[in-house]
């Protein structure tokens, strides 16, 4: 079963993944380094996402 946590990662990446895609480097930047803030635990990057 996954967690949400990892649902979560993995539309980050995904979404990341789409805005490099298309040249959109700052916002995929922001994604990536709230995704691995994430990913190391610290949930301050939910924080750090939704004040996008």
Known sequence: MTSRI???LEVLEKLEE???A???RQWSQW???AR???INSD???VEYL???
């Open 18 to 20: 789409l805005l490099t």
């Open 36 to 38: 691995q803030k994430i």
């Open 31 to 33: 994604i990536g380094k």
């Open 22 to 24: 298309h040249g959109e």
């Open 50 to 52: 939704l004040s996008a």
């Open 43 to 45: 949930y301050a990057g």
């Open 6 to 8: 990892d649902e979560l």
